[in-house]
């Protein structure tokens, strides 16, 4: 089960992405980072993002099955 965290800060459509703790290769930055913790998939820790940021969408790096824009 991967851990997770979503970018504090939006990409440029606003936009928060939701990534893999470990693996991704384009990564935020350390500071940018707002831990999700552990989920089964990324969609539930898409879920757990929206809670905080509205739009939330996973990276298409190390979240593909989550990346819909």
Known sequence: MPEYYV???AQSNGDHEVHQATGCPTPAELHNR???G???SCQSAVREA???YAKADG???CCPDCHTR
């Open 7 to 9: 970018n504090k800060k």
């Open 34 to 36: 707002k831990p999700l």
């Open 38 to 40: 552990w989920h089964q």
């Open 50 to 52: 929206k809670k905080t």
């Open 59 to 61: 990276c298409a790096n």
